[in-house]
């Protein structure tokens, strides 16, 4: 009998490790077929702003983000300087989130991955400024292997060279690491430099639906915004009038 039950346990873990691998919803699928393009970020705190909204809570705002039109929602999970936690993304799966859900921290080791695959998300961030492009292409390989896709994110003309990884989707940062200044213009200044097929997405300091019209029609298909959302009273709402917004014209 007891070894019935740990065939049977045995057996039920084996779907859930081929669960956990299974691919999630693809964010380079949705952004092509999305007429928005906005990843809406759950973020709570930031470096540079202290705390944005810190009684956020994650069952709440990212399952109104995907009721008000977000193509996929970005959740910081960085405990130290942005208020998050890998339960985040558990709680807004557990809330009825079913789009792509980008898993947003500082990756540096393969075990950021596993958390990132157990927890629901979808894809990962990976920071060619944190990272060699020897170490990039392996948690690249390992994140695939997981059924995760990678927004590989570039914030400078020397970090392109990583474009040859070939990421699932292309980032640029318009957020400089260091000095944490934002700048539209970088995501201009670098968009001709992707490859021409890349899913291309700009990053940070978005804050006007017209920016948003502009970077279109530089390439780029998906818009990472957190703060402008976040910083009021209810970002589902902010989200779906910036929406209509950029469509009003």
């Given at each position: 009998m007891a070894t019935d039950i740990l065939q049977e346990i045995v057996a039920h873990k084996r779907l859930e490790l081929e669960q956990m691998r299974r691919k999630k919803p693809s964010l380079r699928q949705a952004l092509l077929d999305s007429d928005s393009g906005i990843i809406a970020e759950f973020k709570r705190r930031s470096p540079s702003k202290g705390w944005i909204k810190e009684e956020g809570r994650a069952d709440i705002i990212p399952l109104s983000y995907q009721q008000n039109g977000a193509v996929a929602i970005s959740i910081l999970t960085d405990k130290q300087y942005f208020g998050g936690h890998d339960r985040f993304i558990v709680e807004?799966?557990?809330?009825?989130v079913?789009?792509?859900?980008?898993?947003?921290n500082f990756v540096i080791d393969e075990m950021q991955l596993y958390e990132a695959a157990l927890c629901g998300a979808s894809a990962v961030l990976l920071i060619a400024?944190?990272?060699?492009?020897?170490?990039?292409?392996?948690?690249?390989h390992t994140a695939h292997?997981?059924?995760?896709?990678?927004?590989?994110?570039?914030?400078?003309?020397e970090e392109l060279e990583y474009c040859e990884l070939e990421p699932d989707v292309y980032g640029i940062n318009n957020r400089n690491l260091g000095s944490f200044v934002t700048d539209v213009e970088n995501s201009f200044r670098l968009a001709e430099r992707l490859p021409k097929d890349a899913v291309k997405v700009s990053e940070s300091g978005i804050s006007k639906p017209e920016t948003i019209r502009e970077l279109r029609q530089a390439g780029f298909q998906g818009f990472l915004i957190g703060e402008t959302f976040m910083k009021t009273p209810d970002p589902g709402v902010?989200?779906?009038?910036?929406i209509e917004q950029i469509n009003s014209k």
């Open positions: 807004a799966r557990q809330s009825g079913t789009i792509p859900i980008l898993y947003k400024a944190c990272l060699s492009k020897e170490k990039l292409r392996a948690l690249l292997e997981l059924g995760l896709e990678v927004l590989l994110e570039m914030h400078s003309e902010a989200l779906h009038t910036f």
